[in-house]
T-cell receptor, first 113, second 114 residues
Framework: DVKVTQSSRYLVKRTGEKVFLECVQDMDHENMFWYRQDPGLGLRLIYFSYDVKMKEKGDIPEGYSVSREKKERFSLILESASTNQTSMYLC????????????FGPGTRLTVL | AQSVTQLGSHVSVSEGALVLLRCNYSSSVPPYLFWYVQYPNQGLQLLLKYTTGATLVKGINGFEAEFKKSETSFHLTKPSAHMSDAAEYFCAVRGLASSYKLIFGSGTRLLVRP
């Protein structure tokens, strides 16, 4: 079974803090994704990586950066957290082919106070 | 540009009743369509997907969906709801225009009444 794990299920941070969300996959996938999930808005793509050290902006990259130093690990970074970044963050991997499935982690619910 | 519309943010059914969750898509190229389910406090799990060929697609847990090109729809159905089906369901589209990208609908929360 494909496994995508995320470092924290729940996280509480203060405004202005630097926040790291970590994601690890065990299926040797080239592609990894970070999404943000908000009620009524579905999932929105923040960043996508198609190889080590390679990344592309998604639909809502502002206020976020990413790092992919190893194939299995994809990190999302909030350089200076703000309250409007309070959300559920979902990592996914896979989907190299058009019909291939993306596999999701359990999510990190981030609250910024 | 591709987009997905899910009609109804909440759908409530009685246990044993038919489940119908609606999804309409917009795509200028042949779409690949997906339904994902999210159980409480979990990530998304693939229910089923349409790629090519048979337009009626069967998925896990008794769900199925029919691709209707003329109606640009990909509605999800299950003949008889079970309490364990209570979850949020997301329809998504993927196409050649942005091949890596899944475009998600806003989701439909299914409530199952005893």
């Amino acid at each position: 079974d494909v496994k995508v794990t995320q470092s924290s299920r729940y996280l509480v941070k203060r405004t202005g803090e630097k926040v790291f969300l970590e994601c690890v996959q065990d299926m040797d996938h080239e592609n990894m994704f970070w999404y943000r999930q908000d009620p009524g808005l579905g999932l929105r793509l923040i960043y996508f990586s198609y190889d080590v050290k390679m990344k592309e902006k998604g639909d809502i990259p502002e206020g976020y950066s990413v790092s992919r130093e190893k194939k299995e690990r994809f990190s999302l970074i909030l350089e200076s957290a703000s309250t409007n970044q309070t959300s559920m963050y979902l990592c996914a991997s896979g989907g190299e082919g058009l019909t291939d499935t993306q596999y999701f982690g359990p999510g990190t619910r981030l609250t910024v106070l | 540009a591709q987009s997905v519309t899910q009609l109804g943010s909440h759908v409530s059914v009685s246990e044993g009743a038919l489940v119908l969750l609606r999804c309409n898509y917009s795509s200028s190229v042949p779409p690949y369509l997906f339904w994902y389910v999210q159980y409480p406090n979990q990530g998304l799990q693939l229910l089923l997907k349409y790629t090519t060929g048979a337009t009626l697609v069967k998925g896990i847990n008794g769900f199925e969906a029919e691709f209707k090109k003329s109606e640009t729809s990909f509605h999800l159905t299950k003949p008889s709801a079970h309490m364990s089906d209570a979850a949020e369901y997301f329809c998504a589209v993927r196409g050649l225009a942005s091949s890596y990208k899944l475009i998600f609908g806003s989701g439909t929360r299914l409530l199952v009444r005893p």
